[in-house]
């Protein structure tokens, strides 16, 4: 097992947590944990453990199917002491017989641990007898006080925490593996280091709260110890026997079991004449311990387990059957009592007698505050429960005993709605209605889309025509043509304007087809690039400038295509023989246009001059026109 701490792991001495990324949300944690200490915050995706209200039972660690619940290791701390030659001593639990059925003999067990390096290997039994035989003497000496035992660690956890004010009806005396510690403190003066070795985690938390003389410095799982062997390759056959240090026990072999605590004082539950109560498991000892608080009718001294003994404790393989375990604890006390001298056994529980119970607890009040009335009541209606008799019962899906236990962890932020069977039914129900609402709004969005990408496509097929054809009859102009962006960045230009600009444009036209992208400021004098800018500025035609450009006079029309972004540009060659008679042709034709509006006003008082005017220009344009068709 060799579970050791991480980065993400507890926080200060933190027995157990959850590391976030194996968690899964399934709330098996939060339904099997009795002091409600954990916590499922929202939007947050996994569970947390709140160490001042955990007991350290381990339930959350046996029921986690993905073991996202992780607990501390001493295993290192104990290996550094064997190997700084500290005086190790080991208390090994009688329930060891129970996780080891593949081991014959017991003495085979304490070879194979003192071939680990300790010196020291005892049996918790005699503790045991010892310390049941103090609690039956409280029993029995009543004085209308009654008494919760303190032999389960997780128990008395469960007191201090949740129900503090039954603190002083713990029986004050040291649980067995404390008193076990005393007792090896006493035989070995030398400041030995002592490790429990049990199924059980809550132990480390009586161990930090114990006095020196019955401090334990480390806790090692059956678990654990099972990988350390292995690690090691130790097994029955690899050692020889060996035997426990006395003092031995007689029937607290029995311990692991319910009601072999008492049975080991020959304290019998006899259902007429007992005056204690003995059980075991969760829930049993939670409703004991609550009806214990609450009423009177419960007039028994308890003798209490929180697991169903310590042979299901969290600190056993996973794999196991109760009963098959139950039936290897009571083997193995036989075995046990076999051995079992009675004077000795007699003089030994003289000697380290417990004469006067001075065990101190430590109430740690985590009892939570009930919330307003009102707020309960919202999250009742929330999960769909309005009646009064819909609260004190519930489908019990969600592990608390009612609907009313539900909300109040609702509203105290340790559950969520969600965990609810009924309101996370509802909800599914409206999502996939509301998923379906969405498919269908999908679909036909999905068929909108199709349609526009079909638009799309022709549009783009059209445009690619319409480009084609833009591109075939700007090379057939005879005028030079060129259009730019707003940055002067020619987007096209036909074959005439090239040629117009010269040969060293027509170098840069074999680099740069068509000279896109090309910048017209490295082609144009700043004149001619004046008229594009004033254009892109104001978006008004200039046309028919007449411009002088390497000796040859053109003539420059320049006009916005898209207003601020796109222009247009026409450029000619004036010195061409058919450009001038064009222009020839153009001015005459201007001259006539402006004449006749003078011929008009004097007309009356030239009469047939104008008319030979006309003519004399008419033939003039024709003249031209002739000659340009030779």
Known sequence: MNQTNTPSGPAGNQIIWIEPEPCILCYACVRECPAMAIEVKANVDHVTILPNRCIACGSCYTICPTRAVKIASDLNKVQEAIAAQRITCAIIDPCISAEFPDITDYRNFVGMIRSLGFKGVYDLSFAVDLTAQAHATLFADFKGKYRISSKCPAVVSFIEKHHPQLTDNLVPIFSPASVMAGIIREL????????????????????????????????????????????????????????????????????????????????????????????????????????????????????????????????????????????????????????????????????????????????????????????????????????????????????????????????????????????????????????????????????????????????????????????????????????????????????????????????????????????????????????????LQNNQDIMHKDISMNNRLLNLSVFPIKKSTILGAVLRDLSLPEVQKEEVIKKVTEVIDKNLEMVQQIGFLLGEGASDTERMLNSIIKYYRSEETK
């Not at 938390?205 to 690690?231: C, K, M, V, Y």
């Not at 009806?291 to 009718?297: I, L, Q, R």
Request: with cysteine; glycine share 6%; charged share 25%.
């Open 188 to 535: 070995e003066p030398e400041n030995p280091f002592i490790v429990l070795i049990n199924p059980c985690l809550a132990s480390r938390l009586e161990s930090g709260s114990n006095d020196d003389n019955h401090r334990i410095d480390a806790q090692i799982p059956f678990q654990e110890l099972r990988d350390w062997f292995t690690s090691h390759h130790i097994s029955e056959n690899s050692v020889e026997f060996s035997d426990f240090d006395p003092p031995n026990g007689r029937k607290g072999a029995l311990f692991p079991l319910s009601s072999g605590f008492m049975q080991a004082a020959d304290q019998f539950e006899d259902l007429l004449m007992s005056n204690f109560l003995s059980t075991d498991g969760r829930q049993d000892m939670v409703e004991s311990i609550n009806g214990f608080a609450t009423s009177y009718e419960i007039r028994k001294h308890l003798d209490l387990f929180y697991c169903e003994g310590c042979i299901m404790g969290p600190g056993m393989s996973a794999k196991g059957n109760k009963f098959s375990r139950r039936t290897l604890a009571t083997d193995y006390a036989a075995k046990r009592f076999e051995t079992y001298v009675p004077d000795v056994w007699q003089s030994d529980l003289e000697h380290f007698k417990i004469s006067e119970p001075n065990r101190q607890f430590h109430p740690d009040n985590q009892q939570m505050v009930l919330p307003d009335e009102t707020e309960i009541a919202d999250i009742l209606k929330l999960i769909g429960k309005t009646g009064d008799h819909d609260t004190d019962r519930g489908c019990l899906a969600c592990g608390y005993k009612s609907c009313r236990d539900f909300a109040i962890s609702v509203a105290l932020g340790l559950a969520k709605a969600d965990m609810c069977h009924l309101y996370g039914t509802k909800n599914k129900q409206e999502y996939i209605k509301s998923l379906r609402s969405s498919n269908e709004q999908l679909a036909r969005a999905q068929k909108a889309l199709q349609e526009s990408e079909k638009q799309a496509r022709e549009e783009k097929q059209l445009a690619q025509e319409y480009s084609e054809t833009l591109t075939a009859v700007l090379q057939k102009i005879p005028s030079g043509v060129v259009i730019v962006n707003e940055k002067l960045r020619i987007i096209q230009a036909n074959r005439e304007f090239i040629d117009i600009l010269g040969d060293e444009i027509k170098a840069i036209d074999e680099v740069i087809p068509g000279l896109k992208g090309a910048d017209l400021r490295t082609l144009f004098p700043a004149p001619m690039l004046n008229l594009f800018t004033f254009v």
